[in-house]
T-cell receptor, first 112, second 112 residues
Framework: QKEVEQNSGPLSVPEGAIASLNCTYS??????FFWYRQYSGKSPELIMF????GDKEDGRFTAQLNKASQYVSLLIRDSQPSDSATYLC????????????FGKGTRLSVIA | GAGVSQSPSNKVTEKGKDVELRCDPI?????LYWYRQSLGQGLEFLIY????????KSGLPSDRFSAERTGGSVSTLTIQRTQQEDSAVYLC??????????FGPGTRLTVL
């Protein structure tokens, strides 16, 4: 059973702070990892992906992957109220086009 | 370029009726996925098409659900004899290079 676990939240952070979102996965053979943002009533939007151990930065977002610990995280620097959304972690067993396994998401609330 | 489109955006039907949901993927994307999301729940994988290969139907919840993809492009998800538990948002995604799927806006299905 492939599982992706996330704390459902809500995670509340003040504006300008760093938001840290965490995700663990059960299948050690997982190859690629994705973070989606989903605003209420909207469909998920891909914001980051990471394949290799370590950090990957894109603007205010940093994805961190530790395959030994089966742990992937998303850091959002200088959090803004517009970052308030549900963040979904998704994992792929392969590097190719196969269905992603999604976590249930963490709801982030950035307080102005 | 154009993203993934889905139609209709909303569908209200009576229990026992059949419904068809349509997905137009991003041009050139070889992989197409159907997921559904119930209120407050995570994304549930339904079916996956990759090029000309046989589809992965492992996520379809019952034999009332079927899907086809014509010409490697447009896909139709059909639900026969709808039940109230089928009410959900049905999301379609497409991808090309294994970099995660790009989602359409979804079809909100309500079965009365």
């Amino acid at each position: 059973q492939k599982e992706v676990e996330q704390n459902s939240g809500p995670l509340s952070v003040p504006e300008g702070a760093i938001a840290s979102l965490n995700c663990t996965y059960s299948d050690r053979g997982s190859q690629s990892f994705f973070w989606y943002r989903q605003y209420s009533g909207k469909s998920p939007e891909l914001i980051m992906f990471i394949y290799s151990n370590g950090d990957k930065e894109d603007g205010r977002f940093t994805a961190q992957l530790n395959k030994a610990s089966q742990y992937v995280s998303l850091l959002i620097r200088d959090s803004q109220p517009s970052d308030s959304a549900t963040y979904l972690c998704a994992v792929n067993l392969n590097s190719g086009n196969t269905p992603l396994v999604f976590g249930k998401g963490t709801r982030l609330s950035v307080i102005a | 370029g154009a993203g993934v489109s889905q139609s209709p955006s909303n569908k209200v039907t009576e229990k026992g009726k059949d419904v068809e949901l349509r997905c137009d993927p991003i041009s050139g994307h070889t992989a197409l996925y159907w997921y559904r999301q119930s209120l407050g729940q995570g994304l549930e994988f339904l079916i996956y098409f990759q090029g000309n290969s046989a589809p992965d139907k492992s996520g379809l919840p019952s034999d009332r659900f079927s899907a086809e993809r014509t010409g490697g492009s447009v896909s139709t998800l059909t639900i026969q004899r709808t039940q109230q538990e089928d009410s959900a948002v049905y999301l379609c995604a497409s991808s090309q290079d294994g970099g995660g799927g790009y989602f359409g806006p979804g079809t909100r299905l309500t079965v009365l």
